[in-house]
């Protein structure tokens, strides 16, 4: 308990005595001149500025409690001009606040946010405003509110009064230095210095209760002065992490940005050297939009240097989760920002940013490297919880080979405190000390704010007036992450990491709010979709529609930061997710509507197929089966489906000639299924639905799922209702199952010629602490599983040899997920909206849904409809699942009237087209396409789309050449002989005629 309470307080806990020293220094330090007179206007949601009358306002009293969590208020403080040039505003407000003066502009905001481990402040529960001219009558506008305690959701708004006061500067120098030592006393290993520490520290409080503030400081000078005493050297960046909607709605992220941008401006101005850097430019276009004069003095401070672009992405994103494609959209769209509106060069823009996503995909290396980004930045390994990360500086190498250069600041914080205590903790477990040089992320954050003024203090103290730093700490130096990296680029860097950073905790994020993670999957599709038509309409129609569809993609972008599509917000985000997807999927529905209707014209009805993938597959138009055999990227006639007298449905099973499946009456679990070569696929059951125990996981619930429990044996939900009939091409099987809280409706499909078989799955789900998972045992199994993953697919363990496979009981694939026997058939399972996955023992389970209670007490419960699907395969087919994949989540669209002539398509199996759009620096088509089996190839490109030259680019669409390299004078690409290694994406530009 005395544990977590240190956590959570540190200092008044850690050190009681030297915290009431602190407390009794606080008292001197300010002198009150005279309170200021204040009146407030509340609301729910946010008054924009002047939106009031005067008589809106009503009398606030200090000690007023005004507020709920998220309610607004805006406070209007007024009050004489002070004769002393030196006074100073202070405002108390529990909770955070930005102050305008009388005409709008923004003036300097204020934040009492307690974060666990905060160091003490020398305000208490009042802070400086700043910039505010009190030899002029005092009038200001506080837009405040209040957000929670220690982030979380609860307690209310308070007003704790404000008022002129004289600072002290004595006895404030003093208190930051007693600070900084008494942290450094308490946390060095050096005996002798921590005593000498303690003894400065009685000799300058004996001084101070003397009156002697000087004396006092005099006392705590030689411990000052110097030198450092340990080789290693920080580089110290500001920061303040800003989720985008977590424990708060994304309204509130627009306010928190302004915030935490007022407060770092103001600081750069006040603390010559401190750079602040800032890595989402979605809240910078907020600002452009909403704040133009805040958003005015950003761009001074990031031509001069004093505000540092930290990555390429458009927010923080998961990248366990959204496609390939949306993490290349994520670079190119945040990119194009900071360089469009900011001026920023290739050159700055080196640097991925991505400290607190939940684990980091094998394909992202490549993806960096493709859009410009050389360097990664993380903390999130050290929140295993299993198996401690064995490096901090590391060569990170994707599933293709491509390399990025990673740090991992060694405290394992990107909030935090700048003092002694964590300097040390990062110089214990820093493995790579020996080049002398890490990384350290200092400010409030989570909730943003950055650093605050006892950031700033403690860290000149450890730098100290030369530069020479403090003995027993390592030397600290102000300095931005990219010239961190530009130095760190030059040391030999050892060790190498290949394949995914796997983190060991948050598994539950793969599953939490299936809403979310299905429409983040449909908008995908469609947003390829309406491009691929986009690019088939000639340079005109691309031009349009890429303008169309820019808030699209930046408002798509968006719903994938970390705590929102992973599952892991309060509801009211969710909902608000959920809607705006629903919103921009109508929004491109109409596009594509319009599109198809923009085809050249044709007769009859046609199958229009916008998958990189063949189709030949029935069809129901108007009530009546046919049959579309379509090209990739193309339309085709349907013709009409012929009868299927092999197709059987009774009570035994269903069989098409392909396969013949037998079902477990009361469970609904197949316990047959037998190819034609007479094979048997069945083990020990296939797609047995199955409940788990999910016990709430404290502090994660919505996070965290137990290793035990994904392991448990469940209990199968039973059968109350079947039947079987024959539909046209389909033999389909009807079961209800039932559970507490449970109702499942499920039609298993087997369609004439077709290896798969499918469960398309409607659900009332009122469970609580439970998962539901679809279980499957097939006879073909190996060692590992093949789990797709952004354009390729990756190898992970089936077993549990060690600490390492143990620790990954729970994965992340995105269409499918396969297993092979040594002979190199397998048995795969396929989706088209869910992620998280359980490949161990012989088990293939499909996590479907969970119900945790926080931070949203409602997650997943109510209605939920998906299909997923399982299918043997043949040695060397492993192209025909990846096909599936794509067909089981994209099908094919009638048209009438109308007619696609194939677009793009690739001549290996082995090669997909993914993305078929128009370029962003041209009216030109991009076509990307990925090896996907992960063997060298090589392929023919054919298109039917215009084009004068094809040239080889990076994602960026820069040109480059055979090697990769950057080459503007390349000569055009050979689209008749593309040489790919394995898993290589690799991006076209269609020159436009």
């Known amino acids: 308990m005395r544990a977590a309470a240190s956590w959570l307080l540190g200092l008044p806990v850690e050190q009681p005595t030297a915290y009431r020293r602190l407390r009794a220094i606080r008292e001197r330090i300010w002198t009150r001149l005279a309170p200021l007179e204040a009146s407030i206007l509340t609301s729910p949601e946010p008054t924009p500025f002047g939106h009031w009358r005067p008589s809106d306002f009503r009398p606030l009293r200090p000690g007023t409690a005004w507020g709920h969590v998220f309610e607004c208020g805006w406070i209007h403080l007024t009050g004489p001009a002070a004769a002393d040039r030196r006074a100073e505003v202070l405002l108390g407000i529990r909770g955070e606040s930005l102050v305008h003066d009388p005409t709008g502009t923004v003036v300097d905001a204020t934040t009492t946010v307690y974060l666990q481990g905060d160091l003490p402040h020398p305000g208490g529960r009042f802070r400086t405003v700043r910039g505010?001219?009190?030899s002029h009558p005092i009038d200001l506008y506080a837009d405040a509110t209040h957000n929670g305690v220690l982030l979380w959701p609860v307690g209310r708004a308070r007003f704790d009064g404000a008022h002129l006061a004289v600072r002290d500067d004595d006895a404030y120098a003093l208190y930051f230095d007693v600070l900084t030592l008494t942290m450094l006393a308490g946390h060095t290993d050096d005996a002798a210095l921590r005593g000498s520490l303690r003894a400065a520290l009685d000799d300058a409080w004996r001084a101070f209760r003397a009156d002697d503030l000087r004396a006092a400081r005099a006392s705590l000078a030689p411990a000052l002065a110097g030198p450092a005493t340990d080789p290693l050297e920080y580089t110290a960046v500001g920061h303040g992490h800003l989720d985008m909607a977590w424990l708060w709605p994304l309204r509130e992220t627009h306010r928190k940005s302004a915030r935490t941008y007022a407060r770092q401006l103001a600081s750069i101005e006040r603390h010559p050297g401190f750079v602040y850097g800032t890595s989402q430019p979605q809240q910078l276009q907020w600002m452009r939009d909403q704040h133009p004069t805040l958003f005015a003095r950003l761009e001074d401070a990031v031509a001069a240097g004093g505000v540092e672009a930290q990555g390429s992405f458009w927010i923080e994103p998961d990248t366990n989760l959204p496609s390939g494609e949306s993490l290349i959209r994520q670079a190119i769209v945040g990119r194009r920002f900071w360089q469009r509106e900011l001026g920023l060069t290739d050159a700055q823009l080196r640097l991925c940013w991505l400290p607190d996503t939940f684990g980091y995909s094998g394909a992202l290396p490549q993806i960096l490297r493709g859009t410009g980004m050389e360097w990664f930045q993380t903390i999130k390994l050290a929140w295993n919880e299993v198996n401690d990360f064995p490096h901090r500086t590391f060569r990170w190498a994707g599933i293709d080979g491509s390399e990025v250069l990673v740090h991992m600041p060694p405290e394992g914080d990107y909030n935090a405190r700048a003092a002694a205590d964590g300097l040390l903790k990062g110089l214990r477990q820093h493995p790579?000390?020996?080049?002398?040089?890490?990384?350290?992320?200092?400010?409030?954050?989570?909730?943003?704010?950055?650093?605050?003024?006892?950031?700033?203090?403690?860290?000149?103290?450890?730098?100290?007036?030369?530069?020479?730093?403090?003995?027993?700490?390592?030397?600290?130096?102000?300095?931005?992450?990219?010239?961190?990296?530009?130095?760190?680029?030059?040391?030999?860097?050892?060790?190498?990491?290949?394949?995914?950073?796997?983190?060991?905790?948050?598994?539950?994020?793969?599953?939490?709010?299936?809403?979310?993670?299905?429409?983040?999957?449909?908008?995908?599709?469609?947003?390829?979709?309406?491009?691929?038509?986009?690019?088939?309409?000639?340079?005109?129609?691309?031009?349009?529609?890429?303008?169309?569809?820019?808030?699209?993609?930046?408002?798509?972008?968006?719903?994938?930061?970390?705590?929102?599509?992973?599952?892991?917000?309060?509801?009211?985000?969710?909902?608000?997710?959920?809607?705006?997807?629903?919103?921009?999927?109508?929004?491109?529905?109409?596009?594509?509507?319009?599109?198809?209707?923009?085809?050249?014209?044709?007769?009859?009805?046609?199958?229009?197929?916008?998958?990189?993938?063949?189709?030949?597959?029935?069809?129901?138009?108007?009530?009546?089966?046919?049959?579309a055999v379509v090209p990739p990227y193309a339309t085709a006639a349907l013709v009409p489906e012929p009868e299927h007298p092999e197709l059987v449905a009774d009570a035994s099973g269903l069989a098409n000639g392909v396969l013949t499946v037998r079902f477990d009456d009361a469970t609904g679990a197949i316990v047959s299924m037998v190819d034609a070569d007479g094979v048997e696929h069945a083990g020990d059951g296939l797609n047995r639905l199955v409940l788990h125990r999910d016990p709430f996981q404290f502090p994660f619930d919505a996070w965290d799922i137990s290793a035990k429990a994904a392991a448990s044996p469940g209990r199968p939900l039973r059968v109350v209702e079947r039947s079987w009939h024959v539909e046209g091409p389909r033999a389909v099987r009807r079961h209800v199952l039932e559970g507490p809280k449970v109702r499942i409706e499920q039609r298993v499909v087997l369609e004439a010629g077709s290896t798969l078989v499918r469960f398309e799955t409607h659900v009332d789900w009122q469970q609580t602490h439970r998962m539901l998972r679809a279980e499957h045992r097939p006879t073909r199994y190996g060692d590992e599983a093949l789990c797709e993953i952004q354009m390729g697919h990756i190898r992970r363990p089936t077993t549990e040899r060690d600490s390492v496979e143990r620790a990954q009981f729970e994965v992340v694939a995105h269409r499918w997920l396969a297993v092979e026997d040594e002979a190199g058939a397998g048995f795969a399972m396929l989706n088209d909206g869910k992620y998280g996955h359980r490949a161990k023992h012989g088990l293939l389970s499909l996590n479907l849904l969970r119900s945790p209670t926080f931070p949203d007490r409602t997650a997943d419960r109510g209605e939920h409809a998906f299909t997923y699907a399982i299918r043997p395969y043949a040695p060397g087919a492993l192209h025909e699942v990846i096909a599936d994949g794509y067909r089981l989540q994209a099908p094919a669209r009638v048209v009438r009237g109308r007619a696609l002539a194939p677009l793009v398509r690739a001549s290996s199996p082995g090669v997909v087209v993914e993305t078929v759009a128009p370029a962003y620096d041209s009216d030109g088509t991009v076509v990307r396409v990925y090896e996907s089996l992960g063997v060298a190839t090589s392929t023919a490109i054919e298109t039917s789309i215009p084009h004068r030259a094809a040239w080889r680019t990076d994602m960026l669409e820069r040109r480059v050449d055979a090697t990769g390299a950057l080459a503007p004078h390349a000569e055009p690409a050979d689209l008749s002989a593309v040489a790919l290694r394995p898993f290589e994406i690799a991006t076209f530009v269609l020159e436009s005629p």
Do not use: C
């Not at 203090?457 to 102000?478: H, T, Y």
């Not at 509507?593 to 197929?609: C, H, R, T, Y």
């Open 132 to 134: 505010v001219d009190t």
């Open 432 to 627: 790579e000390r020996d080049m002398g040089t890490a990384l350290l992320v200092y400010g409030g954050g989570d909730g943003g704010g950055g650093p605050s003024e006892v950031h700033h203090e403690v860290l000149d103290r450890e730098i100290g007036a030369d530069g020479a730093g403090i003995a027993g700490l390592p030397r600290v130096r102000r300095g931005s992450a990219s010239e961190f990296f530009s130095r760190l680029a030059e040391h030999d860097v050892p060790h190498r990491h290949d394949g995914e950073l796997y983190l060991e905790k948050h598994q539950g994020t793969y599953t939490t709010q299936a809403a979310t993670k299905r429409w983040n999957r449909t908008l995908e599709r469609l947003l390829h979709d309406v491009e691929a038509l986009a690019a088939a309409l000639g340079p005109e129609v691309r031009e349009r529609v890429r303008g169309e569809l820019e808030p699209v993609w930046q408002e798509a972008l968006l719903q994938q930061f970390h705590d929102i599509l992973p599952g892991s917000s309060i509801a009211r985000v969710h909902r608000e997710s959920v809607a705006a997807f629903e919103r921009l999927a109508g929004v491109v529905e109409a596009r594509i509507a319009s599109l198809i209707d923009d085809l050249p014209a044709a007769d009859g009805v046609a199958a229009l197929n916008l998958a990189p993938v063949a189709r030949d597959e029935p069809i129901r138009v108007d009530g009546a089966w046919m049959r």
